[in-house]
């Protein structure tokens, strides 16, 4: 690969991390499932991706996400999540907020509409991205950071590509039977060696992974415990509230995540605005990804007592929710100012831009959608 290179800094505490990660797989007999070392390499304190200082988002980051290109996608869900709070409580929570750009967004839109917000709770792990948070959210007195699910919420929860930075386990098919992918460390390396599924790992195959021992010997693919766990989490937060939560993600249904020809899974890496697929590249400066199984999300959201609400494209719930009515409170005739704009929206709702291949997945408790949002509704195809 040729990619960019990293500051000595970076590359010293991509060092500092690879070091960690060894003396862990060395600690644990000489291998970790990969799902533990995706988690050191985003998360390990203040060395992982998102726990260390490396910038993320934007220009200067490795990824952009829809609220960085632009403040309609946040106007819009600000649309939805007003209708939600109407039926609940003026509360809000974001996971994994980026840059802050989403919350300024929606609570700068609901203002406007004069809608009331109590409470703006951002939980996020990264401390470089919290301080860019508070300094884009300082005239926002509602907003507050944590770690920690609340035990019991009434509004709506917001999580834009949160669930697709959540540690995965990856399985291979070999010789009619399942195997974890494990990292040991090689000549000073780290690398991929099989190992035997444990009894929740078989669990989690069966589950997600329809028609899984038909498979052909060879074909590799991610299962998402991790995921499946936070949306168990969503359900018990809601257990004794009303709201929804409202889930934006890049993914499919399990019956297009796991087709024959997908042999060697979703997982990505992104680098200075570079996608590849090597997991172990400059630990700690990569974002490491796999695309969402929503249909394992919606089972998982529905088995612990949450409604599933919905589930769309991001263009039908976007176009749903009114991003074409905001768009066009900017005077055409004015292109300097509307071209800017409608390109924005059209990279956020084109089928060969992000419109279809991300998707969105509304879940809740004793709420309903906006007639509009119901209608765009596809839940019946997961």
Known sequence: MSLPLPSSDALAASQALQRMIAAEIADQGGAIPFARFMELALYAPNLGYYSGGAAKLGRDGDF???????????ATLARAAAAIMAQSAPNIIEFGAGTGKLAYDVLTT?????????????????GELRARQQEVLKDFPQVRWTHDFPVAFRGVVLANEVLDAMPVELVVRDAGRWLR??????????AFTPAEPDAALVD???????????????YLTEVHPVACGFMRSLAQMFEKGKGAAILIDYGFPAHEYYFDERTSGTLMCHYRHHAHPDPFYLPGLQDITAHVDFTAMA??????????????????????????ELLLKTDPE???????????????????????????????????????????????KL
């Open 64 to 74: 952009t996400t829809s609220p960085e290109i632009s403040p309609l996608f946040g």
């Open 110 to 126: 609901l203002g406007e509409l004069g809608v009331r917000v109590d409470s703006y709770t951002i939980i996020e792990l990264s």
């Open 181 to 190: 992918q494990m990292v040991t460390v090689e000549d000073g390396r780290f």
């Open 204 to 218: 989690q195959i069966a589950r997600q992974i329809p028609d899984a021992d038909t498979l052909q010997d060879g």
């Open 299 to 324: 089972l998982a959201a529905h088995g612990a007592g949450l409604d599933v609400l919905g589930y769309m494209s991001q263009a039908a719930f976007l176009l749903a929710a009114g991003i074409g």
């Open 334 to 380: 004015d292109a300097l100012r509307y071209l800017p704009q409608s390109k924005a929206v059209q990279k956020l709702v084109s089928p060969a831009e992000m419109g279809e291949l991300f998707k969105v997945l509304i879940v809740g408790s004793g709420v309903a959608l906006e007639p509009a949002i119901e209608r765009a509704d596809r839940s019946h």
